[in-house]
């Protein structure tokens, strides 16, 4: 069983920050996977946020997030962290981590997900 789990939302006023986390594990041990966080708002998809690779590690982001949002993992934590700067009103929505696989193209395949974590922004 692999259990995800995110932590660290909440509300945050528009142009502030806010850094969530999320720690992925099977009977206790830390997997090296490479880990996605996406994201759902309201009456909408769930859609790619950004992803971190377990070896290098390399970063991949959504446009609409792209120079605000920064992935980062600590191995000896076991913890992948997603900050976020400059928060818009349309960056509300359930946060979910996720444990999965880049390809080479930087395509992202989440097989287990986290519960998620709300973010709301007030403008």
Avoid: H
Wanted: charged letters at 20%; hydrophobic letters at 30%.
């Amino acid at each position: 069983q692999v259990q995800v789990e995110e932590s660290g939302g909440g509300l945050v006023q528009a142009g502030g920050s806010l850094r969530l986390s999320c720690a992925a594990s099977r009977r206790r041990t830390f997997m090296p996977n490479d880990m996605g966080w996406f994201r759902q708002a309201p009456g909408k998809e769930r859609e790619f946020v950004g992803a971190i690779s377990w070896d290098l590690p390399n970063t991949y982001y959504a446009d609409s997030v792209k120079g605000r949002f920064t992935i980062s993992r600590d191995n000896a934590k076991n913890t992948v962290y997603l900050q976020m700067k400059s928060l818009k009103a349309e960056d509300t929505a359930v946060y979910y981590c996720a444990v999965g696989r880049l390809d080479s193209s930087g395509t992202y395949r989440p097989d287990y997900w986290g519960q998620g974590t709300q973010v709301t922004v007030s403008s």
